[in-house]
């Protein structure tokens, strides 16, 4: 990564924390294989999630969560000579929000949802643009997650591979 990519990725990092009440932030950090097609490279995330506000009158709430990421390159022979290798080591910035439903009570209240559209540096066949969209479907308990992630540029953008990962997460309160 660049020096200029570096500093961007610093700066956008500052602002999204400082954009957060502290207080209100769960902090996780996550790790686990990321595959493109049926290759597999290491991952890892840090995120923040913060407080859950209703959504109207209805059992379902949102989180606001911000997230940085990284997916290691990995060496695919096929795309050694193509635009866009399989190289690139790729770092995320991400923000978006997490959906539950329920109580906080209820037994599947940990269950999750979550998007976020992110930017990212480095260009591989899975992750071609410098904007990406994060989904994630995951159970969140108090200090222990786990999920399952995709990331893609929805087709905006070829070869449009995009990242599947399983993550574990540990967690605490901030």
Not at 14 to 30: I, N, R, T, V, Y
Not at 103 to 127: E, I, K
Request: aromatic residues 10%.
């Amino acid at each position: 990564m660049s020096s200029h990519q570096l500093r961007a990725l610093g700066l956008a990092v500052a602002l999204a924390a400082c954009s957060f009440p502290a207080a209100a932030a769960h902090l996780e950090l996550q790790g686990g294989r990321s595959y493109m097609d049926s290759h597999a490279t290491n991952a890892a995330f840090v995120e923040g999630v913060f407080d859950e506000h209703r959504i109207g009158n209805s059992r379902f709430s949102w989180s606001p969560d911000v997230s940085l990421g990284w997916i290691g390159g990995r060496d695919v022979a096929r795309y050694r000579a193509s635009r866009y290798s399989t190289h690139d080591d790729v770092w995320l910035l991400a923000g978006g929000a997490r959906l539950h439903y329920g109580d906080s009570g209820d037994w599947y209240h940990p269950l999750f949802v979550s998007f976020q559209p992110a930017v990212q540096t480095g260009r591989t066949q899975a992750l071609s643009s410098g904007y990406e969209f994060v989904s994630s479907l995951g159970w969140q308990g108090r200090h222990v997650s786990i999920q399952i992630r995709h990331v893609s540029n929805g087709g905006l953008h070829k070869p449009n591979r995009g990242e599947t990962m399983a993550l574990l997460g540990v967690g605490f309160d901030l």
